[in-house]
């Protein structure tokens, strides 16, 4: 980030003061803070000044800020300087062209409205045109990616800019008017550029459908629904149920089969035969 400084002392006003409704806004804003907290609102505050003040930000203003919350000028300094949002130097009385130079910008033509700003306005950044009506700087991404490039002035958009639709839209700027903001090159929004292939039917996004038809039904159903089973009396748990028993047709299980070694001994006691070493003496085996 660049070092950012105050306006020299000869571009200083004397003073700064709130007009009575900034004055009582301001006040309103700081009590929404608990206190001790009231430094919270310094960057509001810094805002609200800035924008009576027609763009920029001047030192008596930061002061008369200070001294409203409890706070040293240079706490204000520090939050001022850090914060490119704060316009350090005069600006155009009429605009302040704050041109994106981001990647997505830069690579859709932002480079040729820079230069039509140095050709229009002055060739270097922060300085004022020969009429002091109009200035601008390069900004880092505003935002409106998919709509580039474009430039913000004030709180306003305006996208999809050629080089010719900023020579427009300073021309509109220098007699004093307002031009239409947004999209330039007849987009409503961020749509394709080959037009909609969605939402084609304006009562899907414009409202005119609230209140009406089988949607409003549907909802109304939903809601009485909800409303009914939150109202019931809730179930008794049911009790586990046992597992149910096997059908009565099932086949006996399989018994194992009998080991060859048992077959052979069952057969022998069948038959009366004597056990080999049956008719020894105790303790003698048989050769």
Not at 75 to 101: D, M, N, S, W
Not at 169 to 190: C, H, M, V, Y
Request: hydrophobic share 40%; with cysteine; aromatic share 6%.
């Amino acid at each position: 980030m660049s070092v950012r400084r105050l306006a020299p002392q000869e571009l200083q006003p004397e003073s700064f003061a709130f007009t009575a409704e900034n004055q009582a806004w301001a006040e309103k804003t700081i009590a929404k803070y608990p206190p001790g907290r009231q430094a919270s609102a310094v960057i509001p505050l810094l805002m609200r000044a800035q924008e009576q003040a027609g763009g920029w930000l001047s030192e008596p203003a930061m002061r008369l800020v200070g001294d409203m919350l409890g706070m040293a000028p240079i706490r204000v300094y520090e939050v001022a300087t850090f914060y490119t949002q704060f316009q350090l130097l005069p600006v155009g009385k009429r605009a302040h062209i704050q041109v994106c130079g981001t990647t997505p910008c830069m690579v859709r033509g932002a480079g040729d409205l820079i230069n039509v700003c140095k050709r229009r306005i002055h060739e270097e950044p922060f300085h004022l045109s020969k009429s002091g009506d109009l200035s601008w700087e390069e900004v880092e991404c505003a935002g409106t990616c998919v709509n580039a490039p474009m430039i913000q002035v004030w709180r306003d958009v305006y996208e999809d800019l050629t080089p010719e639709d900023l020579e427009n839209i300073l021309d509109a700027f220098e007699r004093g008017e307002t031009p239409k903001t947004g999209p330039q090159n007849g987009r409503r929004s961020s749509e394709p550029v080959t037009g909609l292939r969605v939402l084609t039917e304006a009562s899907l996004y414009d409202g005119s459908m609230v209140g009406k038809g089988e949607g409003l039904a549907a909802a109304l159903a939903a809601i009485a629904a909800a409303k009914a089973a939150a109202e019931a009396p809730a179930a008794e748990p049911a009790a586990a149920a046992a597992p149910p028993a096997p059908p009565k047709n099932d086949p006996a299980p399989a018994k194992p089969p009998v080991a060859e070694a048992v077959k052979a001994q069952g057969s022998a006691d069948a038959t009366g035969q004597a056990k080999p070493g049956a008719d020894k003496p105790n303790g003698v085996k048989p050769s």
